[in-house]
């Protein structure tokens, strides 16, 4: 048998999960980690573990999407998509090569988006959420009509309310996860906010 873990100890004794802290992981993988241990626990319930397990690949999902999209701007995407849509076939028979390649990856977005927007739904079907929380949720989802920070809000607050309702619905279980508030975007707001000297060193350190 594999030895007890913080996590194992914590809901043994009925005391506060505290998310890992590995600093070489974001603060998303830090929460993803600490409920796949909540998840192997035999106090949790079968129709938690369910719930868990749908949440974990929606997470996932998300995290597909920024890993894809690390600075923030997603290819493709906008209010304008319906005019972008009609100049551009979609066939890459006669466009130009970074046309092309930009149409790529606005496929690539569009099948994440999809993606992430099935395991939602298969999620919340299964969270037991009320018709306001099941309408809420659909709001989360982004689209391809939406702006570059719509589409970034809208992932962060999928994955915090899905870990919030996984939150409450572990208390039925005596488990106590409280996760820690998690932005997928991280470095798009740190480069945001950074100022130009800032910015100057960090091009500086990534050329070192």
């Known amino acids: 048998r594999e030895p007890k873990t913080s996590v194992d100890n914590a809901i043994d004794s009925g005391k506060p999960i505290v998310v890992i802290n590995d600093p070489t992981k974001?603060?998303?993988?830090?929460n993803m980690q600490t409920l796949q241990q909540v998840f192997q626990s035999s106090?949790?319930?079968?129709?938690?573990?369910?719930?868990?397990?749908?949440?974990?690949?929606?997470a996932q999902a998300a995290?597909?999407?920024a890993n894809a999209n690390i600075d923030g701007k997603f290819s493709g995407f906008g209010p304008f998509r319906a005019i972008t849509d009609v100049q551009i076939p979609f066939t890459n028979i006669g466009l130009p090569f970074r046309q092309a390649l930009k149409r790529n990856k606005t496929i690539q977005n569009?099948?994440?988006?999809?993606?992430?927007?099935?395991?939602?739904?298969?999620?919340?079907?299964?969270?037991a959420l009320s018709d306001a929380q099941t309408a809420?949720?659909?709001?989360?989802i982004p689209t391809v009509k939406n702006t570059d920070?719509?589409?970034?809000?809208?992932?962060?607050?999928?994955?915090?309310?899905m870990l919030s309702q996984t939150s409450s619905r572990l208390i039925t279980d005596g488990v106590d996860f409280r996760p820690i508030k998690v932005d997928l975007f991280e470095t798009v707001g740190l480069l945001e906010r950074a100022s130009p000297e800032?910015?100057?060193?960090?091009?500086?350190?990534?050329?070192?």
């Open 63 to 65: 995290q597909d999407l």
């Open 26 to 30: 974001t603060t998303a993988q830090n």
């Open 149 to 161: 920070t719509q589409i970034r809000t809208k992932v962060n607050q999928l994955i915090n309310y």
């Open 110 to 127: 569009e099948a994440m988006i999809s993606a992430l927007d099935l395991q939602t739904q298969f999620w919340a079907s299964g969270a």
């Open 136 to 140: 809420l949720v659909k709001q989360m």
């Open 198 to 208: 800032q910015l100057e060193q960090l091009k500086a350190e990534g050329l070192n």
């Open 43 to 58: 106090k949790v319930s079968a129709g938690n573990k369910t719930i868990i397990g749908n949440g974990l690949a929606l």
